[in-house]
Nanobody, 129 residues
């Protein structure tokens, strides 16, 4: 099992920045890829960004390309999401997730909620206009 704990959420003005962190523990050697998802009230959980744990290939949702960056520190077992130029539409609960199974091809499966085996409890991001 993999345990995930997010932190770093909060209230920010539109145009501002936040960095989310996800501490990873447990059977980290079993992780194939990790991702950030978000869920706003009344909406389905949606993919934000993903990264292969080994190799570091990344993938982004169109809505965040050029504004968000996902990266990981394997030595510290931590996943990050740097969010810049935040918009009110970015407000949501953000979740990190880990996939144990291979997602091949990565571009096809990285965004699917059902491909991830472990989830954190979420961290709230609020963006004021």
């Amino acid at each position: 099992q993999v345990q995930l704990v997010e932190s770093g959420g909060g209230l920010v003005q539109a145009g501002g920045s936040l960095r989310l962190s996800c501490a990873v523990s447990g059977r980290t050697f079993s992780i194939y890829a990790m991702a950030w998802f978000r869920q706003a009230p009344g909406k389905e959980r949606e993919f934000v960004a993903g990264i292969k744990w080994v190799g570091g290939s990344t993938l982004y949702a169109d809505a965040v390309k050029g504004r968000f960056a996902i990266y990981r520190d394997n030595a510290e077992n931590t996943l990050y999401l740097q969010m810049n130029s935040l918009k009110p539409d970015d407000a949501a609960v953000y979740y990190c997730a880990a996939a144990n199974g291979a997602l091949r091809p990565y571009s096809n499966y990285a965004s699917r909620v059902d491909k991830y085996d472990s989830w954190g409890q979420g961290t709230q991001v609020t963006v004021s206009s």
